[in-house]
């Protein structure tokens, strides 16, 4: 698994977690990383991307407002704040990054390496 992601867990709503996801055991360049998740039953979904050239973040409207998406590009790290939780926000959450300069930010086809994926449950 070239990316690894931390910091899921059980969260009362209205409550914080802080996810980080860094490269493992391999070396490449990336042009960009991003969060993704995907809820029981339904297909992965964008949430949020940085590209470290520059140094632009995109967010999902469904997290505006409430995620911050920040990193480190020459180590590959890319860490998801996510503020005033709610019970919708609960998915399991994968971190990935983008090798070739895709356009396709807010799909999973713009990416190339993926992390295994960390669950969140946001508690009512």
């Known amino acids: 698994v070239p990316l690894v992601e931390s910091g899921g867990g059980l969260v009362q709503a209205g409550g914080s977690l802080r996810l980080s996801c860094a490269a493992s055991g391999r070396t490449f360049s990336s042009y960009g990383m991003g969060w993704f998740r995907q809820a029981p039953g339904k297909e992965r979904e964008f949430v949020a991307a940085?590209?470290?050239?520059?140094?632009?973040?995109y967010y999902a409207d469904s997290v505006k407002g409430r995620f911050t998406i920040s990193g480190d590009g020459p180590r590959n790290a890319v860490y998801l704040q996510m503020n005033l939780l709610k019970p919708v926000d609960t998915a399991v959450y994968y971190c990935?990054?983008?090798?070739?300069?895709?356009?396709?930010?807010?799909?999973?086809?713009?990416?190339?390496?993926w992390g295994q994926g960390t669950q969140v449950t946001g508690d009512s």
């Open positions: 990935a990054a983008d090798l070739q300069t895709s356009s396709l930010l807010e799909f999973p086809a713009g990416y190339n390496l």
């Open positions: 940085i590209r470290w050239s520059v140094g632009s973040t």
